[in-house]
């Protein structure tokens, strides 16, 4: 008798997610949800069945994706009632952001309102008829019932099909006009100008950052700021900059005991942060306090960005190069940052001495009172009083005030870590890898910090190593491929890579990677850089973004504008010129209207407009001590759109025309400073190179 393939029923099917690479997605394993993963089986399993398709999209970090998962998807009554009636996907939105890019955007356009989790009903090929974020099971918190909007979703599904389609189709058509954001334009003077007073008016001059609450960072719109100072000298703008990071330092978005931020606070003040601390985040934060301390000088900067390094060393970093993508908010339904906060009583017991503990209370602001909702004695730690008002207050010398805070903070510390640890997300992403990769060994020449440039550079060499095409980089390993934000993210430190070691394999393959993204994401028509290389896909997959927006990640076509700048200035090849200035072509009509949101793209504007600095040092030969020192002094110097090459005398021959000639002039190390085509004298000398750098910058 021939064998039958009998089709499964849906009282068949199981939940899937078992083997899932994803930690998310793992965690809901044991729920008795027959989850699909995304895919083409869950799609073909809904237009089977003729049913609606829920989508769950949520994160391993994500707070309320727990709460979700346990109020609801855990509940085996409400866990029957999807699996009769719905097909039911979970997404994490880390390891698919295409995915999540889509249906954030579509569920906003109909209701005003995304996050995560964002839960999402489709029509079985996937388009959005009705959407939300976290639905209690019953009605509290002002929002309805999670049962009682599926029995309605599923009642409209059933007896009102044509208007179901009918929503859906006019989503899809708002859904693609929101996600192409190139709007053509003219790159001036002006435009930068008008930026700068979008953002300067959203600066919240009481507390630091923009807007009001919650507050995020934004630090590329301070990096962005910081190079306006420079060129401007507007003081104003370098307020908003120490205001910012000074207020960010001192919160408690800021980990006070163990370096690193989390990803945003609640409150205008900085004060209480929705806890979970994230890769991506710290990568530009670290970027923004060790340029800044670059910049402007406040050693204060210099001690945060070096806890930041700490935490990704102590937390984040694989041995052998790449880091994890997060650290979650909390262990358990109950807890809301638990791990990361203190009520009094706990402090006492970890500090053990009244002394150590009166003065690390006043610094933290350690009471009665919290902070915290969920459990009002808990605190959060920020720094509420400077140490030295501290000792005057108790008439203490500041020396014996501040080892007394530092024994505090010391055995903090040491309580802290014997706590149950909030889930590390190991997962290496690539883009996200890159970010910390390049923001490491940027920060390390900064901070003279060996450990940060060598782990940087091992980082990259690992994501070269791991992929079978270097120049088309997969999301993660063994993950989906096709993502710009990979590829430009990894170009973008690959160019670091290069100017810290002077090493031209980095070079050459930042310039591969970036070759083939304009073969592979761009947009012939109207310019622009697609977010993915495929066309095609499950639900609204196929719908095209080309992305300009920092929302949260830098865009992807600024980062690669970006890239395309400097590959300009340190290889002088004319096609980087063109890409950069076809990439501002398409989206500068809106560029201005953006302003924090728009900072990355806007730093490229500011390179097109303006010349780059070039710092070039030409070594006598491989072994040389002063251009050593000459090139550490070129890396750790601010300047706006600044590029550095160290080139040897020899290899005249196979350098850019202008680099070649200044190889050929040197007689013996030199360092040449230019900001276009205008350069100072050689310099022959430590002492004479630092003189030629301040003289550039213009600072003493």
Known sequence: MRNRRVTPTFRDMTNRLGDAASAYLRSAAHQPIHWFSWGPEAFAAAARGDRPILLDIGAVWCHWCHVMDGESYEDPALAAFLNDHFVCIKVDRDERPDVDTRYQRAVQAMTGQGGWPLTAFLLPDGQVFYGGTYFPPDGKYGRPGFRAVLDQVLTVWRTQRERVLQQAGAIQRVLAEQLDEAVPGEATPALLRTATERIVSRFDYQNGGFGTQPKFPHPAALLFLLHRVRDTGEAPLAEIVERTLDGMARGGMHDQLAGGFHRYSVDARWIVPHFEKMSYDNAELLRAYAEGYAALGHERWATVARGIIGWIRDVLA??????????DADVGLEDDGDYFTWTLDEAAEAIGDDRILEVTAAHYDIGTAGEMQHHPAKNVLFIAEPI????????????????????????????????????????????????????????????????????????????????????????SPG?????????????????????????????????????????????????????????????????????????????????????????????????????????????????????IYGATFLLAIDWLLSPPAHLVIVAAGDEDALADEMHRAALTRFLPRRVVQRVRAADAARLPPAVAAMARAAAGTRGYACIGASCLAPAASAAEWNDRLRELSGTD
């Open 318 to 327: 694989d041995p052998d190069g790449g880091y994890g993508a997060s650290q």
């Open 388 to 475: 030295a008002s501290i000792a005057a207050r108790l008439r203490l010398p500041l020396e014996d005030a501040s080892r007394l805070l530092a024994t505090g903070q010391e055995r903090l510390r040491a309580a802290r870590a014997r706590r149950p640890v909030p889930f590390i997300d190991r997962t290496r992403y690539t883009g996200w890898n890159g970010m910390l990769a390049g923001a490491l060994i940027r920060a390390g020449a900064i901070l003279g910090d060996a450990w940060a440039t060598e782990h940087g550079l091992a980082t990259l060499a690992r994501i070269r190593r791991e992929h079978h095409d270097p120049a088309a980089l997969s999301h």
């Open 479 to 595: 993950g989906v491929g096709g993502l710009l934000d990979d590829q430009v993210q990894v170009a973008l430190a690959a160019i670091e890579a290069h100017e810290a070691t002077g090493d031209v394999e980095w070079l050459a393959w930042s310039e591969a990677l970036l070759d083939r993204v304009w073969q592979d994401y761009l947009d012939p028509d109207g310019g622009g850089l697609y977010d993915t290389a495929s066309r095609g896909g499950e639900g609204l997959l196929p719908t095209r973004s080309r992305p300009v927006q920092d929302t949260p990640t830098p865009s992807p076509n600024g980062v690669a504008a970006l890239a395309a700048a400097r590959l300009a200035a340190l290889t002088q090849a004319p096609r980087w010129q063109e890409r950069l200035a076809g990439i501002v072509r398409a989206f500068a009509g809106t560029a201005a209207e953006l302003g």
